[in-house]
């Protein structure tokens, strides 16, 4: 069954036309990778499938049912994960990360997340405010939610790969590999070229003028 | 429930963080009022008239200079997004920052309130009848003009845009507040003031949440 299908789906964005009448859509188990240069339209169209934004036409179903309709279940299996990190510059790595599984209503107990930032290369780092980061230590305090959300049905995610050194980057793919394993779908974007070892559709999207 | 505590209690965590940057809209509240007595001279009838006026103006003008703050930071690194993107329902967390707002950032200035009102040579009834307008008129600020700064958040430097968009829709408050007081200065009754305050919070208390969760996903466009 498809997790996440779209059809006749169209965006403009100040008075440019991004994309028109796209139709596609994700099943469990389905990596989807769009493509496309820099001002295509991948990111506003990610921020459309996760309901930020409202197409200008088009709908967007997640199991069967428009996500306009099923917003809390659909924001209940999904994980997001955008340019803005949603990271708060003052808070720590833990106080981030308890207060995002409190509003996701994630039940985690606080060793986990200990050890999921170790696993994520952040020890002794945990209590220290976010600011004194790196750029990709502070990635990877981000990423950490997708090792928490264990029940979300649909990861999206844009650019994930920006700012992460190799060790960081094979670290997401085994986790993205597995949720999709697990029957989880995926939509990405990435400059990068894929390191998953793991069948993609690809969707391209053409610069227009 | 507990997403809605996680909230309160982040918000006021980030405020004592933060309390260098929550502290200049009070000390600019402060330096304001004491610069009348020393701009008009310190007659005590002169300072009576314009106390209330000057107190009011110098709230909302300290108010506004906070008011940024509401969603600005959850903005711009994405915490906002996160919260649209979870299943807690976004007027109730609009709601409870606007709470966490009022009480890191407004109930000082009321708690610093009998200080200024020495300053202002306000008599006893007025002092109480300027703090019950305060009580009931400074969360109305913060619900109206949390509307305004999620309009505005989207945009950078909204800051004199916010003023110039709030200033006027706090023309009524300040109308009723100030002739609270001076109706108590000459000790008449001023419950019809309060009651009017009082009706225009319960108002925007009911729809400010549903127009701030409105404005807010506008603002992500």
Known sequence: MAVLSVTNLSVVKRDRLLFENLNFAVEQGGLLYVKGQNGAGKTSMLRVLAGLVVADSGEVFFSQQNIQDCRENYHQNLVYFGHKLGINQTLSAVENLQYWCKQHQVAIPVDTIFSTLVQLNLVGLEDMPVANLSAGQQRRVALARFWFKQDAKLWILDEPFTALDTQGIDLLSKQITKFLSGGGAVVMTSHQALRLDYPTDELILEYRI | ?221
Do not use: C
């Open chain 2, 1 to 221: 429930m507990a997403a809605l505590m996680a909230i309160l209690k982040r918000d006021l965590a980030l405020a004592y963080r933060q309390r260098a940057e929550l502290m200049q809209p009070m000390l600019f509240f402060i330096l304001v009022i004491s610069l009348f007595p020393l701009a008009v001279g310190p007659e005590p009838k002169t300072l009576q008239i314009i106390g209330p006026g000057v107190i009011w103006v110098a709230a909302i003008l300290s108010s506004l200079l906070g008011l940024e703050r509401l969603f600005r930071d959850d903005f711009q690194d994405g915490s906002l997004e996160q919260l649209m993107l979870s299943s807690t329902s976004l007027p109730a967390a609009a709601l409870v920052k606007v709470v966490a707002h009022w009480l890191t950032s407004i109930l000082p200035l009321i708690i610093l309130s009998p200080l200024l009102a020495l300053f202002l040579h306000l008599s006893e009834p007025m002092y109480w009848a300027l703090l019950k307008t305060l009580l009931l008129g400074t969360p109305l600020l913060s619900l109206i003009g949390a509307i305004a700064v999620g309009l505005t958040v989207g945009l950078n430097r909204g800051g004199v845009l916010l003023a110039l968009l709030l200033l006027p829709v706090f023309i009524p408050l300040l109308i009723f507040a100030t002739s609270a007081v001076e109706s108590a200065a000459m000790q008449l009754q001023y419950t019809a003031q309060l009651a009017i305050i009082g009706a225009m919070f319960l108002f925007s208390l009911a729809l400010a949440p549903f127009a701030i969760a409105y404005a807010l996903r506008v603002s992500q466009t």
